[in-house]
């Protein structure tokens, strides 16, 4: 695998969210992401508040929602809403035809939700991100604590190899406490029926494959801005 130059791709990250930024309208709800590349939207989005835009937010993890706050951004409770004009997140991998494996902060459960809540999802990457099959990227599974080995016999009975996510030496917790399994099922061939399979799975709160829930790819490539749609 090629190396990649992190200054470069930290400016792709940057040039695809202030293009991004730029679909958001006065009046706007606006579902925030999670994770480096949402970042750099979140803080244009707060330059663009502080010059006047009229804008509300629901945020889809606990330091989105602090960075938000923290830049005037008024945030709304996510579960009062039915539904959001536009979303902004980043992905782990996509594909051509917008399929996307999510989750590496953690945040995929909340993620999912604002998804699947907005009229306009869009999903900021740099260029490393594109693949043409999803699965060198694992796939994060959070599952509630109790069902942890019976989700994870589950996987492995769909051919996967799950793995107990650890940070700082100890278990990944979420921000709604639970658990997360990365899960390797190598280059996926039928990213919807894995999908369809691991939501048949009894205690698996949200798998971080995310199928016919993206309006568009905005990425950036050198100097080049790309949308996929």
């Known amino acids: 695998m090629a190396?990649?130059?992190?200054?470069?791709?930290?400016?792709?990250?940057?040039?695809?969210?202030?293009?991004?930024?730029?679909?958001?309208?006065?009046?706007?709800?606006v579902g925030l992401g999670t994770g480096s590349t949402t970042t750099f939207a979140i803080k244009e989005l707060g330059k663009r508040v502080s010059?006047?835009?009229?804008?509300?937010?629901?945020?889809?993890?606990?330091?989105?929602?602090?960075?938000?706050?923290?830049?005037?951004?008024?945030?709304?409770?996510?579960g009062s809403l039915s539904e959001i004009d536009i979303s902004i997140d980043g992905a782990d991998e996509f594909t051509e035809s917008l399929d996307l494996i999510k989750g590496g902060g953690g945040a995929l459960f909340r993620e999912k939700i604002i998804a699947s809540l907005s009229k306009n999802a869009i999903i900021i990457t740099d260029a490393s991100k594109k693949v043409k099959k999803l699965g060198a990227f694992t796939i994060p599974i959070e599952v509630l604590p109790l069902a942890y080995q019976y989700v994870s016999d589950q996987i492995d009975k769909l051919g996967g190899k799950g793995v107990l996510r650890i940070a700082a030496g100890e278990k990944f917790i979420t921000d709604n406490q639970n658990l997360i399994i990365d899960a390797d099922f190598g280059l996926i061939d039928?990213?919807?029926?894995?999908?369809?399979?691991?939501?048949?799975?009894?205690?698996?709160?949200?798998?971080?494959?995310?199928?016919?829930?993206?309006?568009?790819?905005?990425?950036?490539?050198?100097?080049?801005?790309?949308?996929?749609?």
């Open 3 to 29: 190396t990649i130059d992190k200054t470069q791709q930290d400016a792709e990250k940057q040039a695809a969210a202030m293009a991004a930024v730029k679909f958001v309208k006065n009046g706007d709800v």
């Open 51 to 78: 010059d006047g835009l009229k804008i509300t937010a629901a945020a889809s993890s606990i330091r989105t929602e602090e960075l938000a706050r923290s830049l005037g951004i008024e945030i709304l409770d996510l």
């Open 190 to 229: 039928d990213p919807a029926k894995l999908s369809s399979d691991l939501n048949q799975i009894n205690g698996l709160l949200a798998h971080g494959l995310f199928i016919n829930l993206t309006s568009k790819v905005v990425m950036s490539e050198g100097t080049d801005i790309i949308i996929f749609e």
